[in-house]
């Protein structure tokens, strides 16, 4: 999953660049923090600065056309563009599962159940489409677009996962975290020891990222009634912000998770 492809040999053909990053320790942090800002900034734009669910809901998704506009344009990965899209669908997502929810009055087992089905119809179409569903090989156009449908549906999907557990089956949202988490630990050890497939085990440890940061966003900003710490969505999100930043920043300049494909004439 991690592997870097050497591509110093031109005979091979021209070089592309991937459009998506590295699989590497940096990505997963940076995919955390994520959705938990994504879990927590929804709450925040809908609750705080008082836009209600609908206007969060068409402010973020201007945000999200804009920012994946900019990344559909790029011939290559740029950390900036990425992660910020990666954001902005992270709180899209929340809104949608939100909205079906509290506007629409769908039951988390109902927006569970179809978000599941959009994901496989997703991955589906996309297998039968391109023969594979590795994100090393995002450098086309139709393949990025599968990639960001597929994204769009995880977060989704785990929001309402996430909250089906925490809340309507009353688990709580460390129990909660802690099961993701264990679930996500699983694969990896099935992954290194089993030899599970390297592409199966990502999409799953990616899908299940999302209900493990949102379970953890909503247990360190939630009150103490509803079984959080009550750190409150404002410093939680600063403080994730920040930390996203920096990490960006970082693989910006290090380009440590850059990849780049040569596609053979």
């Known amino acids: 999953m991690n592997s870097r492809l050497n591509t110093d040999t031109p005979s091979l053909g021209p070089t592309l660049w991937s459009k998506v990053p590295e ?33 969060t809901t068409l402010l973020m998704g201007l945000l999200l ?27 899209v997502g929340t809104l949608i599962t939100d909205n079906l929810s509290d506007n629409f009055g769908v039951s988390l087992w109902t927006s569970t159940g179809i ?19 590795s994100i ?8 990025e677009m599968f990639y960001w449908l597929a994204i769009l549906f995880t977060f989704a999907l785990g929001t309402a996962a996430g909250d089906l ?34 592409v199966l085990t990502f999409w799953l440890a990616y899908i299940l990222t999302r209900p493990l940061g949102a379970s953890i966003g909503d247990y360190l900003s939630k009150g103490h ?30 380009r440590r998770d850059q990849a780049q494909i040569v596609k053979a004439s």
Not at 136 to 143: A, E, L, V
Not at 186 to 194: M, N, W
């Open 65 to 91: 056309a804009l920012a994946l506009t900019a990344q559909f344009r790029l011939k290559r990965y740029v950390p900036s563009v990425y992660w910020l899209s990666i954001v902005l669908i992270s709180v």
């Open 115 to 133: 978000f599941s089905v959009a994901l496989i119809a997703t991955f589906a179409l996309w297998y039968r489409r391109e023969g594979t569903l």
């Open 136 to 143: 090393h090989s995002i450098f086309t156009p139709r393949r």
């Open 225 to 254: 009634q509803a079984g959080g710490l009550g750190l409150g969505s404002t410093p939680l999100n600063a403080a994730f912000l920040c930390s996203i930043l920096a990490v960006v920043a970082f693989l910006t300049v290090t």
């Open 165 to 198: 557990m925490a809340e309507q089956l009353q688990l709580g949202y460390l129990p909660s975290a802690l099961i993701f988490g264990g679930v996500i630990g699983a694969v990896a050890l099935a992954h290194v020891f089993a030899r599970l497939d390297g």
């Open 23 to 55: 699989v590497t320790v940096f990505f997963w942090i940076v995919k955390v923090m994520a959705t938990t800002v994504g879990e927590t900034a929804a709450d925040y734009l809908n609750t705080n600065l008082r836009l209600g669910l609908t206007g």
